[in-house]
Structure formats: structure tokens, C-alpha cells
């Protein structure tokens, strides 16, 4: 498509033209090209801002689903990823975390709500539900700059080795989209994680909201049976 390629041949950040111009270069009606921009803003080709354009947006951001943390999938590309600790408490779990920790009724979990920010852009919401006890986890979450898997490991000898990924699409709650300075009803992509320790126990349970235009996951996984290590890799964007 002409759009598309006129887009490639732009850096990220560039504006394209007005609608009515852009059009008439295109040779289509301006209904035509307003749903090929809505289109491509939706898959995070592009960005619109209201009042004051449409912008060429920056490529999504990788997230590989194995056992490491945000921090160390996102790092090694030499972006910066920091986390905001927005609550840490204790508190009874609700019937859908008893049940993936395998708790017993009335068991308390400690629930960790964090902002990931990547590249000084606030990008995913992560609630994390913990099998205790941890005491002092807020303490040691601001001590080690809010990496979760780090203080599971360092300070309370926890490791997860095995995890479980549910992926599906949401829309933004008015409380995320404020959190994540998008529009209520931003396509999201919602994880939920259930991660066991060695023992095969249930340790954590975790809901992550991404922004849908920003992230794109990939999954990988080798054979048993192969001695070549070759991956294989479908993403979902």
C-alpha cells in the first residue's frame, strides 16, 4: 500500500501530512484514508494526538515470555526499564488467586502493584500475587529498585522455575489508561502468569497489563528431543 510505504520512508516521530493533503497525494477520499490511519494507529504503526497530528511511532517493544523478568528481556536491546511501586500489601486472597496458588480459604497472599516504565514511557501494569510469607518485602522492593524476581531470589531464597502464560486482549480500565497516559478503551494485551518454584509449589500469580500498540510478545520453545537448539518463534502483536 502507498501509505505504508510513504510511512516506511519516515523516521519515527515524523508527522505526516494533513489529512486533506495527504489524500489528494494518495489519489483517495479522506473517508478512505482516515480508516487506513485508524487501522495502522491501532496496530502502533502510527500515533494520533489529538489538536495535534499524526506522528510515525516507534517500533514495539520485544517482550520474550520465558523465565526472566521485564528488566533483563527489555535491557539487553539497551533500553532503560525502571519500576514505581504503587502498593505493597497484605492482604486475603480472592477466590481466583486461592485457587492458582492452591491456597487454603481465608490465606492471605502479598499483592505487589508496579508501573513499568520503559524508556521514561510508563508501558505496563503488573500485579503480582505472592505466596508468603515475605516479610519486609515493601523494604526490600525499594531497596532493590523494585525487581521483584531479584528480592524473591536474594532475600527470600525463592526461585521461579517453571511458569504458565495466558495471553489475551483487554481494553483499558479508566484507572489503567490514566496510569498509562492513554485513552479509555486502549487495546491492551493482558497476561496472567502462574509461576511455580522447583518444588513445583505455586509461588506467584500475576495480571499484567501492556499497551497493545507498544508491545509485541514471542514465545519460544525447543523440542526435548532436538540437539540443534532451534527455537521456534510466533508472536503476537
Known sequence: MELQRRIGDLGHGDTLPAERRLAEELGVSRTTLRKALAELSAEGVLRREHGSGTYVAPPKVVRVRQLTSLSEDVGVDGKTVDSRVLACDHVPADAETQAALELSR????????????????????????LRGPLRGLAG????????????????????????????????????????????????????????????????????????????????????PTATTGVAAEPAAS
Open 140 to 223: 526490600r522492593l525499594a531497596e532493590d529498585g523494585a525487581s521483584l524476581y531479584e528480592a524473591l531470589r536474594v532475600h527470600y531464597s525463592r526461585e521461579i522455575a517453571a511458569v504458565e502464560d495466558t495471553v489475551e486482549t483487554a481494553l483499558a480500565s479508566p484507572d489503567e489508561a490514566e496510569l498509562l497516559a492513554v485513552p479509555t478503551g486502549h487495546p491492551m494485551l493482558m497476561v496472567h502468569r502462574l509461576g511455580r518454584g522447583v518444588d513445583g509449589v505455586a509461588l506467584e500469580w500475576t495480571r499484567s497489563v501492556y499497551r497493545g500498540d507498544r508491545f509485541k510478545f514471542v514465545a519460544r520453545a525447543t523440542s
Open 106 to 129: 481465608g490465606a492471605r497472599v502479598y499483592r505487589v502493584t508496579r508501573l513499568r516504565i520503559v524508556d521514561d514511557e510508563p508501558l505496563a501494569i503488573e500485579i503480582a500475587h
